[in-house]
């Protein structure tokens, strides 16, 4: 299995950056896709970055063109650079850790945009 853990979450003002982070631990080398997602208050989880093993990334189009995920070699912490940020996209971010046999959850880091 594989424990993942977020960082870099806080308050910012519209139009501003932030990057988070997460770090991962267990068999990190079975990891076959690792993911950001969010959950704004009243609304369901979405995706909002997705990067592959073979490096191909998946993004929402409302983030499309503002914010990006990357990863380290060692494949046990993967980073979410966000620009230009919105009030909309106040939530609460979570990463996430997928291979074929598990699909494994952060606790969640609070990002809040003010405008």
């Known amino acids: 299995q594989v424990q993942l853990v977020e960082s870099g979450g806080g308050l910012v003002q519209a139009g501003g950056s932030l990057r988070l982070s997460c770090a991962a631990s267990?068999?990190?080398?079975?990891?076959?896709?690792m993911g950001w997602y969010r959950q704004a208050p009243g609304k369901e989880r979405e995706m909002v970055a997705r990067l592959r093993i073979d490096g191909e990334t998946d993004y929402a189009d409302t983030v499309r063109g503002r914010f990006a995920i990357s990863r380290n070699n060692a494949r046990n912490r993967w980073y979410l650079q966000m620009n230009s940020l919105k009030p909309e996209d106040t939530a609460v971010y979570y990463c996430n850790a997928a291979s074929s046999w598990y699909n494994v959850w952060g606790q969640g880091t609070q990002l809040t945009v003010s405008s």
């Open positions: 267990g068999r990190t080398a079975s990891i076959a896709a």
